[in-house]
């Protein structure tokens, strides 16, 4: 057998430069240069036992032949067995950033003024080379119109099993990569001007706007014409209907490869041709206001408050124009989704796209292998708008107690997943009803298909308290807490890495809940203390040894205790017969699914919900259960003795999970796979861990 191995370095440069001159006692200038280069090689291979493996399995060139060359078994991804295969993604640029930055102080009066700006150059370049072929249990369960089924609808009465759909070869669904991503630059504008007002000895007050224009990179270079991932490709705008090809490729019968332009090359209806071979349209009105004062009540009493609005200029701006890299007329990136569903046609595994296709696209961008991770050409970067109201309290010399009202409102975040699906509905198949003309899509022309947006929104309100104890005479200790709530519109990062929860595209606030991150209480508690033994300790022997081995101890401490994280219970398959190819129905709430002993066995009462029945959305809520809630001790001790002039010898212990207490994970939450349904199989974090430590210190 095969053995998989993988490679991968990531080499990096980082530099800067600054200046910084001094006019005077009032006015000082600096500027700034910076530049963060980092690469990536990596590769994950088979150890070939037999050297024709893809010709052992069968797997079709155009399922396996990649730019450059190079030939790969696509990754087999078997639900609940294994996953393996083979990826090749070398990056030239993962990460290229020239930053420059310059800024003014001048000091008039009770005024300091603070104004200057900057230029952050991005960009990036990387081969992306990896396909894969997903089996799970949607090919194989008893489907109503099976032989022997009683099922009188659509939906699935038992689950199917990914290793069955495996051993019948009948996979589910397809990702195909074979592109060299190229941006050409961008970055962010800054510009900014801040005064601080000392208007009274108690009473500072800070007024000040930022600017930032997005300039979103275009996807690809000149350089790239010809290739696979060329600038040549197109994108969606489902806001119009309408698919934008960026730069238009010559005929497929002139160049005789992908991207090209199929048959005459008159343009399908609904297509249009970018006028600036551009895409993006970035940012443009990211202006944010910032005001803050601090007021000194008396010596031992300060109010501090602040509002500014924040644009998050960086997350996810070199990978924004990547996501349509290779869409039609190129080839370079396919998938296809819920293949081999009861009533569609056959799909092989080895041969996913047909032969006949592998080098040249469909007729229209509008073909079922056409899917990819469209972006809206108008997204805007989010912002959030942040105010904050706290006192800080002196209590003595040593002790500082902060309380803290923190909330923020977020805008234009990402929604992502699929769009123009249709209207839930039973009977028919999606395919047959989107066939027929009656699925309900809003461009029945065209596929559903992943599209990112930028209509959410957020929100943020906590409570937060501190008590600080600075370390004095042998003793310091830090206790925060934080009470809040996070609730956003159906996703709680970009691209819903960070937990995706919507339901239906169509109505967000239905999928309105708390985050995935929401943490209603956080407790943590850290102390440090020297050991009262020893020479001028309250326990002194007075023997010389037994002082010099005992004293001179200290001793740390973290507790940390939380809330668990929030998870919803899902129902794999697209059981409302949209066209969906993510799994995104919620179950049906039928009972309470509290249970007094809960255990890793049985986390909720599974019996509180049910499959939806077929052409209607799930009833429960998104992220209406949280997991166990979490605490942990991680405590350390030390001591460096003095050897020989400046020789110390330092000896450390230290215990992660120290009271080794276990804290299970989200249990499994998908209905449609009862074996597992409500079990939890993992815990966070890790067993109790020790180590410790000798160090001569010369």
């Not at 962010?188 to 300039?215: E, H, K, M």
């Not at 992220?623 to 110390?648: C, G, H």
């Not at 074996?675 to 974090?685: K, M, Q, Y």
Request: aromatic content about 12%.
């Amino acid at each position: 057998m095969p053995h998989l191995f993988t490679l991968n370095s990531i080499p990096g440069e980082h530099y800067g430069a600054s200046w910084l001159h001094v006019f005077g006692a009032k006015t000082s200038v600096q500027v700034q240069y910076a530049r963060t280069h980092v690469g990536q090689a990596t590769s994950t291979l088979y150890d070939f036992g037999n050297s024709d493996l893809l010709g052992t399995f069968g797997i079709d060139p155009s399922f396996s032949s990649y730019v450059g060359g190079v030939n790969l078994f696509p990754s087999l991804n078997v639900s609940g067995y294994f996953n393996a295969g083979e990826s090749n993604s070398p990056a030239k640029n993962l990460s290229s950033i020239h930053e420059f930055k310059g800024q003014v102080i001048h000091t008039l009066g009770r005024h300091q003024i603070i104004w200057g700006g900057g230029w952050d150059q991005v960009n990036f370049e990387q081969y992306q080379r990896n396909g894969s072929i997903t089996f799970n249990g949607a090919s194989t369960g008893n489907f109503a119109g099976n032989p022997g089924s009683t099922v009188t609808t659509g939906q699935s009465a038992q689950s199917g099993n990914g290793l069955a759909s495996f051993l019948l070869n009948y996979p589910s669904n397809f990702n195909f990569r074979n592109v060299l991503i190229t941006e050409r630059p961008g970055g962010i504008a800054s510009a900014f001007v801040q005064d601080s007002f000392r208007f009274t000895p108690t009473l500072t007050i800070n007024i000040g706007v930022r600017y930032d224009r997005s300039v979103t990179p275009q996807y690809g270079k000149e350089s790239s014409i010809g290739q696979q991932g060329s600038i040549e490709t197109g994108d969606f705008d489902f806001n119009t209907g309408k698919y934008i090809i960026q730069v238009l490729p010559p005929l497929c019968s002139d160049r005789g490869h992908a991207p090209c332009l199929p048959g005459t090359g008159a343009l399908p209806p609904n297509v249009i041709v970018s006028p600036n071979r551009k895409i993006m349209r970035g940012t443009k009105t990211n202006v944010g206001p910032r005001f803050g004062l601090a007021y000194s009540v008396n010596s031992k009493l300060a109010i501090r408050a602040g509002f500014g609005i924040n644009f998050d200029n960086w997350s996810a701006i070199i990978q924004i124009p990547q996501n349509f890299q290779g869409s039609w007329p190129d080839v370079g990136t396919r998938a296809l989704d819920n293949t081999n569903a009861p009533g569609t046609n056959y799909t092989s595994a080895q041969n996913p796209f047909g032969s006949s296709s592998g080098s040249m696209p469909a007729a229209t961008p509008f073909d079922a292998s056409n899917v990819n991770y469209f972006v809206d050409p108008n997204i805007k970067n989010p912002y959030s708008e942040q105010w904050n109201l706290g006192i800080q309290q002196q209590l003595d010399n040593s002790t500082v107690l902060s309380v803290n009202y923190v909330g923020s409102q977020g805008h234009r975040t990402d929604i992502g997943g699929y769009t123009n699906i249709g209207q839930p509905g039973p009977g028919a198949s999606f395919a047959a009803r989107r066939a027929a003309g009656t699925a309900g899509q809003p461009f029945p022309y065209t596929v559903p298909n992943r599209w990112d947006t930028s209509n959410g929104n957020s929100n943020y309100n906590s409570l937060q308290a501190s008590l600080l104890r600075q370390f004095r005479n042998g003793f310091g200790y830090t206790v925060a807490y934080t009470w809040s709530k996070s609730i956003d519109s159906g996703q709680s990062g970009w691209f819903g890495v960070e937990g995706s929860g919507l339901q239906n595209r169509y109505d967000l606030r239905g999928s309105r809940s708390v985050s995935a991150y929401d943490v209603p209480h956080m407790l943590a508690v850290g102390l440090n203390g020297d050991l009262p033994f020893g020479k001028g300790r309250r326990f002194y022997t007075g023997n010389r040894f037994a002082d010099f081995v005992l004293g001179g101890w200290q001793v740390n401490m973290i507790f940390t205790a939380r809330s668990g994280q929030p998870y919803s219970i899902t129902a794999a398959g697209d059981i409302a017969n949209v066209g969906n190819g993510s799994t995104y129905e919620r179950a049906n709430l039928v009972g309470d699914p509290g249970l007094n002993n809960a255990s890793a066995a049985k986390w909720f009462n599974t019996a509180a919900f049910a499959i939806p029945a077929a052409g209607t959305y799930g009833t429960s809520s998104r992220n209406m259960l949280r997991s166990q809630r979490l605490w942990n001790l991680d405590t350390s001790v030390f001591r460096t003795f003095p050897l020989y002039r400046e020789m110390q010898l330092n000896l450390r212990a230290e215990s992660f999970n120290v009271a080794n207490h276990p804290t299970l994970s989200t249990p499994n939450s998908t209905i449609t796979t009862p074996s597992t349904f409500g079990t939890v199989t993992s815990v966070v974090g890790n067993q109790r861990l020790m180590q410790f430590a000798a160090k001569i210190v010369f």
